[in-house]
């Protein structure tokens, strides 16, 4: 039986309908699925990469890497202190005598300060100074430029200057366990040296203001500390210097 062309008519609109109407649906499924597939994607568990510790040899990676023949550098050097404030032993195993002021009192230690009397001298020892830092040191007033004495035997471990102390002389006693500490001088005695020995009397220096002292109050902030094992002169056990001079 040969089809009319009126059948064949229908069944070419009939094939183009069906065509479209599969489009549509494969259309439609494709929204579906970007619409509510994706929340699926967003909401997997992504495997994330472990962190690095510190024993996985990768800690401190922005340390400087030492090349051959180079050495690490040298611990810094330990600060001069400031007037009075000797340094305490920073070595915990360190025998820490206490100071003895009896012992230096024997002695009949000089006043440091040319034509101060003993009965002049006032306890500054415990004042509080800069808000919580202790004195721990004797301040005696006296004119510009009076003269400073030894007020032992001993050598001149140190000529310093220092923003606190201004120009100092750090002296030790001839057994080396006891260092005096003389700050604010104007100057240092002409041809005074490191290494000097130096007698009890003799002119170190002169009054004066330098480093934080007053400008219009010269005086001498005399400090004595018991010196550690190591004998370094910027550290030790402070003594009150009122009564070793009393």
């Not at 309908?17 to 489009?23: P, R």
């Not at 109050?217 to 003594?239: D, N, S």
């Amino acid at each position: 039986m040969v089809p009319s062309p009126e059948f064949k008519q229908k069944a070419r609109t009939f094939g183009i309908g069906a065509v479209c109407g599969f489009l549509a649906g494969a259309v439609f499924v494709g929204l579906i699925v970007s619409r509510y597939g994706g929340g699926a994607v967003a909401n997997r568990v992504v495997p994330t990469v472990p962190a690095v510790r510190a024993d996985d040899g990768m800690a401190d990676v922005d340390a400087p890497i030492l090349e051959e023949g180079d050495k690490p550098a040298a611990s810094p050097p330990v600060p001069a202190p400031g007037p009075g404030t000797a340094a305490r032993s920073s070595d915990p195993t360190a025998t820490i005598v206490p100071p003895s002021p009896d012992e230096l009192k024997r002695r009949a230690l000089a006043i440091p300060v040319d034509g101060v009397k003993a009965e002049q001298l006032v306890d500054s020892f415990s004042d509080v100074r800069s808000g919580t830092r202790a004195h721990e040191a004797l301040d005696i007033l006296a004119p510009r430029n009076t003269p400073v004495k030894a007020v032992d035997d001993g050598t001149i471990a140190r000529l310093f200057y220092s923003k606190a102390g201004g120009t100092t002389v750090y002296q030790f006693d001839p057994s080396e366990q006891f260092c005096y500490y003389y700050a604010h001088l104007e100057r240092y005695a002409d041809g005074l040296h490191e290494g000097d020995r130096v007698r009890k009397g003799q002119v170190l220096g002169y009054v004066g203001t330098s480093g934080n002292a007053p400008r219009n109050t010269p005086h001498l902030h005399f400090a004595v500390f018991r010196l550690t094992a190591a004998k370094h002169w910027w550290e030790g056990t402070p003594i009150d210097p009122y009564p070793i001079l009393r």
